[in-house]
């Protein structure tokens, strides 16, 4: 896999990342060694083998439909920037 | 000129009506002040984890056995990763890999007969926030009430023709999960929501043109005349020799047209996986026969029901079934009065005129189911008139009262003991010499007048055949 | 008894002395909260001191007296790594972007903490959101190792490794992703144990990689680590990952005999690269234990060469996810002057968070694009089905699978940052456990040529922690 500048740009548009000009060449050749070796995992024989995406098999996890949480308001705004009236306030979205 | 025909898919949101949200024990209440429906787990706190609500799942599994889709047994969620302000964790929980429902299908009727419009897949999911824009500050304010709001996604297959097949299908979606109890579908409240993929070919094309697509339109109307005007936007711009671009745009209901929404400054890549922190759920032969027992009478069943086994109008019945409330109250009167064309004739002419009258749809109706059955098995056994029924059922209507408390109380019930008509009867033909002279000589038209003035006397209460029976015993003595 | 003798003590004396009334909680709080206000400045091992730590003491004394408290750790005082919430309590995941951020709940953790009458003294520092393997990539500085100033604690739990071995905390929790407690336990020469997944509720764990994620203790004994493992595991409804789970009984940990258990010792762990003084303090570790009679024997696990791959290409993925929520709309660090969305995004993330983070959220948005998916993240996910076949297969013939934690003993300060690579190289022998989600304990085994110590990894089955303990403890006992 070759790692060319537009793929790093278009991974730090991805993660909403810019990065210096410095850190980007540097960010170009890491990633480049760091694929190179995970590509090693193309190596291994997975034909036939099922993803495994929870080690523990444990399965049909859920809660009762009950309301118990009460109003949070305060707490949940307390560490915002910016808000008025209860809401969070953003830049303006474009619609 | 080219002949062509339209070609439409549609994603329909509904939110499911659970009391929870679909990943927190928050409240999906409608509205409220900002952010107060909230908690740590749907702000998006660091550290907090999803806890699925099991109800989310059975009501997704009934939607999908009553919208005939086969039901995955392995289901997992998948994250859909993308930023906006109204999405707190920068991913929507969602199912991408293995849907809960695939494969089914709804029957519709139009103008041109029946038609089967196919359902390629049902998945759960949860709702984003609300976003409003402040024009004090020019900015955006973000509230998370809605946030993790269950919604169930339905995928149609590009099955539709027309509009009327579009407003066909909603309207039967809508019955259907109504009469499950799994979604209000309130589209003016936004618990049910289209989005409509939409692409124009030459009639007998094989091949789909680019299509467009437009998102959350607010009512039925406005869907039916955003097609019709994207449809003819599209051919106009193939005959003029350009190409229809795929994009998203948005249906001014107002203005009556659509615009291109701004172009998302990259094509999305939503990077999805399974979520880590939800385990499978796996369901069994036995749940869904359970959940498949628990599917109550469905509109098509329950309106052939009522024609054919109860006697109503076909209109009656269309009427009565396109709303769950009326069913409730057309059920509930036949249940206490045993008399189902009486409780339609009840629910078609003096429930729908009230309604009507007072601007309310059905659905915000607010008295005592039981009262309507209650008043019209007074009038069938004779205890007030068809008259003061009507003027029972205002107040009922109106205020909610108790009709047989109400009747005790304003003296209302039908006088229908001869001792009590037959001294009134004395009066009026004492009272009117002339006219029974008359009639005692063949003027037989003064029965009517002298029952008229009984009845008057009684103050409308009385029972008209006894008042009828009573006058000619009075009169017949006289001869 | 002088605050000397107490910072010297385990946390299981701790207890038993507190219980007895010869020490009260109050006395041991103030003898730490001294020891870090003078000492801490060498080692940076916390980034959060709580100024109510005498307060949480004196009220839990008075449960202690009246009989509410009972538990072995009862007024016993403890750091917890800062990517665990507190409430009311700043918890920063050592980043600018979290830097203001004060969690408005507990973690289901730090609730069974307070519940158990522990005095919680501090947040200690580590790698930003966890990513590193030195406890250099935190905003708030470097933490330096007690056992070589020049050398780093691990990482990324190196404050609560670096506290328990400066004796500026009995006892603290961290956080195991790919090895984050057992490589700075091991780097610091103390004990720690990453348990099985889902055993301990991950509500409140600031996410990193949610399938690898797991809290654990780190301590100065296998009993101490024992006892608080013991306290903080169990179901949570909060987190649906967790299991039900009825702990370990302690008295078997510090009772265990290992004759005829059977260890076995996968070659690849001795292999190229590893250290030699590591091998060989880790092969003395075994042979005394043959001595008192368990089996010993070697055997191959060839899928370790792609366990690198495997747990970067998952953790990054989840991480890139779990890291999207940091924008600047909600909590955390905002930038000024932001004119429109898109600035709010990229200012915030570019300037709230370092380098490595970025790095990686650079390779799990690459592993998770479209086009790549199935060659690396469903491929990963299908190496893992092989990886968990492995140990299944180990584990039926052997009780415990033994090896290093690291190839090396500490490295030197700056030394790895250099080169990412390397540094993600050294989490060889560690990443597997998490991988496949079994439990394993660092236990240190003597020092290198330099005095640094060395780490034994003692791995075992799913939900066996008793045993991977004892023979912990076991060895602990000589």
């Given amino acids: 896999m070759e790692i060319t500048a537009e793929l790093v740009e278009y991974l730090e548009k991805l993660g909403r990342i810019r990065l210096s000009e410095d850190e980007k060449d540097r960010t170009q050749s890491e990633l480049a060694s760091i694929l190179g070796y995970i590509d090693k995992l193309g190596e291994l024989d997975t034909t036939g083998v099922e993803p495994l995406s929870h080690a523990i098999g444990h399965v049909n996890v859920m809660r009762e439909d009950e309301v118990t949480n009460g109003d949070m308001q305060e707490q949940i705004l307390a560490n915002s920037a910016e808000t008025k009236d209860g809401a969070i306030l953003v830049p303006k979205t474009v619609e | 000129m080219t002949d062509y025909e339209m070609v439409i898919g549609l994603e329909v949101h509904c939110e499911l009506s659970t009391a929870s949200k679909i990943f927190c024990s928050c409240s999906t209440k409608f509205g409220g002040a900002p952010n107060t429906h909230v908690c740590e787990v749907c702000s998006g706190m660091p550290g907090t984890l999803p806890t699925l609500n099991r109800q989310v799942v059975e009501f997704a599994v009934k939607a999908g056995l009553a919208l005939n889709c086969d039901i995955t047994r392995k289901n997992k969620f998948d994250r859909k990763n993308y930023f906006y302000p109204d999405l707190p964790k920068a991913y929507q929980i969602s199912q991408l890999y293995y849907p809960i429902c695939r494969n089914g299908h709804v029957d519709i009727k139009t103008s041109a007969g029946m038609k089967s419009i196919g359902i390629h897949e049902i998945h759960m999911e949860e709702d984003a926030g609300k976003l409003v824009h402040d024009p004090l500050s020019g900015k955006t304010m973000v509230d998370f009430n809605r946030c993790g709001v269950p919604l169930i996604e339905i995928v149609s297959e590009p099955d539709f023709r027309s509009a009327e097949e579009v407003t066909a299908y909603l309207e039967k979606l809508r019955d259907t999960l109504q009469y499950l109890g799994v979604s209000d579908c309130k589209m003016q409240e936004g618990s049910m929501r289209a989005d409509v993929n939409l692409s124009v070919r030459p009639r007998g094309q094989k091949e789909f043109g680019t299509r467009t697509e437009m998102k959350n339109i607010a009512s039925l109307k406005a869907i039916a005349r955003a097609i019709e005007y994207e449809c003819e936007r599209q051919i106009d711009v193939i005959e003029a020799g350009d190409k229809v671009v795929q994009e998203t745009r948005r249906w001014d209901d107002e203005k009556e047209y659509t615009y291109a929404m701004r172009s998302k400054e990259d094509a999305q890549d939503y990077k999805y996986f399974p979520d880590p922190d939800l385990m499978p759920i796996e369901i069994s032969e036995e749940y869904i026969e359970k959940v498949r027992s628990e599917i109550p009478e469905l509109a098509d069943a329950k309106r052939t029901r009522y024609v054919e086994e109860l006697g109503l109008p076909e209109y009656d019945a269309d009427i009565i079934t396109g709303s769950t409330t009326l069913v409730k109250v057309f059920e509930t009167t036949c249940e206490i009065c045993g008399a189902p064309k009486d409780a339609s004739n009840w629910v078609m002419t003096d429930l729908l005129k009230l309604c009507n009258d007072s601007h309310i749809t059905p659905e915000d109706i607010s008295f005592r189911f039981e009262s309507l059955g209650e008043i019209i098995k007074m009038v069938n056994d004779g205890k007030i008139n068809r008259k003061t029924g009507r003027e029972v059922f205002a107040r009922v209507f109106a205020d909610n009262v108790d009709p047989a408390q109400y009747v005790e109380e304003n003296g209302l019930a039908q006088v229908s003991d001869l001792s009590a008509i037959e001294p009134a009867i004395k009066e009026v033909l004492a009272n009117n010499e002339k006219a029974v002279s008359e009639y005692l000589a063949g003027a037989e038209k003064n029965f009517q007048f002298l029952i008229g003035q009984s009845m008057r006397s009684l103050k409308g209460k009385a029972d008209p055949q006894a008042v009828r029976s009573a006058l000619q015993k009075l009169l017949d003595e006289m001869r | ?478």
Avoid: W
């Fill in chain 3, 1 to 478: 008894m002088t605050g000397e003798e107490i910072l010297k003590m385990t946390a299981a004396e701790l207890g038993r002395k507190i219980k007895t009334g010869e020490l009260s909680s109050e006395q041991v709080t103030a003898a730490y909260i001294d020891a870090i206000k003078a000492e801490d400045g060498k080692y940076n091992s916390y980034i959060t001191v709580c100024d109510d730590a005498a307060a949480q003491a004196k009220e839990i004394d008075e449960k202690i007296r009246s009989g509410e408290l009972t538990g072995p750790l009862a007024g016993v005082p403890i750091a917890v790594k800062d990517n665990i919430c507190t409430k009311g309590i700043l918890t920063t995941c050592a980043s600018r972007m979290l830097s203001n951020f004060v969690p408005p709940y507990d973690a289901t953790v730090v609730k069974k903490l307070k519940d158990a009458g522990m005095v919680i003294l501090g947040k200690t520092n580590m790698d930003e959101f966890a990513m590193g393997s030195t406890t250099e990539t935190s905003y708030f500085g470097p933490t330096v190792n007690p056992c070589g100033t020049n050398k780093v604690p691990g990482g990324s739990s190196g404050g609560s490794a670096a506290s328990v071995a400066a004796d500026l905390a009995p006892i603290s929790l961290g956080s195991d992703t790919g090895g984050s407690i057992r490589q700075p336990a091991s780097f610091c020469g103390v004990t720690g144990l990453k348990p099985t997944y889902g055993t301990v509720s991950r509500y409140g764990l600031v996410a990193f990689a949610s399938s690898l994620d797991q809290i654990g203790p780190i301590g100065k004994s296998a009993e101490d680590c024992a006892l608080l493992y013991d306290i903080i595991c169990g179901e949570d409804t909060k987190d649906q990952s967790s299991v039900s789970y009825d702990g370990v009984n302690v008295e078997n940990v510090t009772g265990f005999d290992v004759s005829g258990k059977k260890i076995g010792i996968p070659e690849e762990y001795f292999g190229e690269g590893i250290d030699e003084d590591v091998k060989a303090r880790v092969m003395e570790a075994v042979k005394s234990f043959e001595a008192k009679g368990a089996v010993v024997e070697t055997f191959k696990m060839p899928i370790m060469e792609y366990a690198i791959p495997t747990y970067y290409i998952i953790a990054c993925a989840e991480a890139c996810s779990n890291l999207s929520r940091y924008d600047g709309v909600k909590y955390g660090y905002r930038p000024e002057g932001v004119d429109n969305l898109m600035d709010l995004y990229i200012k915030s993330r570019s300037e709230g968070f370092g380098m490595e983070v970025k790095r990686r959220i650079m390779l799990g948005n690459f592993v998770l694009s479209s086009g790549y998916y199935d060659a690396y993240y469903n491929k990963a996910l299908q190496a893992k089905a092989l990886i968990k076949k492995a140990f299944d297969e180990a584990f039926e013939k052997y009780d415990v699978v033994i090896g290093p934690v690291a190839p090396t003993t500490a490295l030197t300060a700056g030394e790895s940052l250099s080169d990412p690579l390397k540094m993600y190289l050294g989490d060889i022998c560690t990443v597997l456990i998490n991988i496949v989600g079994i439990p394993a304990v660092s236990v240190p085994c003597g020092n290198d040529k330099n005095g640094m110590p060395v780490g034994m990894q003692i791995i075992g089955k799913h939900y066996d922690e008793e045993t991977i303990l004892g023979f912990a403890a076991n060895y602990q006992r000589g």
